[in-house]
């Protein structure tokens, strides 16, 4: 029951459906029939009283952590590349090859920009060093690394163009892969499209030419960029 009783309204939905199936529950204490009120009264009891006590264990575990740290003694995991020493104050790992390990991550993200940048670089050079996207994910979340920003000034993905333009996204990107639309490929590897007054103007050109293009779409092409 302690383990169900997590959370009362969870509790009580599994009491009902029990009632309804005429399904016995079972505990170290003896066997209950839901569809009997005792039964379903004294099972609710006893839920409320587990939800209660693992709401106590929480609250203590809590001040055990605020009395730890008052006392200064509180630690929690460090990110990858740092120990505590004899101290307790954090520091460099010793290894070297960790500290290499490290450094080479934050050098190929740097070049990179991305997770999966990280993982191809080293996947190419195949250092064999157990890195994966979620590896790099946390590095870059416990050591606050922020990532390149994807678009350059007057640049808009593929679906802010198509919702712009009132188009869909496949046809930028058969306009980006038949060279009429400008596009580079961003750290991520994403499409990103210089976007101007004049581009904008020639993309409405050329669906208001285009025969597969829809009406109502072409009678929502109004404005240019701001």
């Known amino acids: 029951m302690s383990r169900l009783a997590r959370s009362s309204a969870d509790l009580q939905r599994l009491l009902e459906l029990c009632s309804l199936s005429d399904t016995l529950i079972i505990d170290s204490d003896g066997t209950y029939d839901p569809a009997q009120f005792n039964d379903r009264l004294l099972l609710g009891l006893k839920g409320t009283m587990s ?7 929480t609250g203590r575990l809590h001040g055990a952590k605020q009395a730890a740290a008052g006392r200064g003694a509180l630690r929690f995991p460090l990110p990858v590349g740092y120990v505590y020493d004899e101290a307790r104050a954090t520091v460099l790992d010793p290894d070297e090859e960790i500290q290499a390990a490290v450094r080479d991550l934050f050098a190929a993200f740097t070049a990179t920009g991305s997770a999966y940048g990280v993982v191809g670089a080293f996947a190419e050079r195949r250092t064999g060093r157990p890195f994966d996207v979620e590896a790099v994910r946390w590095v870059r979340f416990t050591h606050r690394i922020r990532s390149r920003p994807l678009l350059a000034p007057g ?34 590897g994403r499409l990103c499209v210089p976007f101007s007054s004049e581009v904008a103007r020639a993309c409405r050109e050329r ?20």
């Open 51 to 57: 939800e209660a006590e693992l709401h106590l264990l």
């Open 155 to 188: 640049e808009l993905t593929v679906d802010q163009v198509a919702t712009h333009l009132g188009s869909s996204a496949s046809a930028v990107y058969y306009w980006i892969g038949h060279s009429q639309l400008e596009a580079r490929r961003g750290p991520a």
């Open 207 to 226: 669906m208001a030419s285009s025969r597969h293009l829809p009406k109502r779409t072409q009678n929502t092409l109004q404005g240019d960029v701001v």
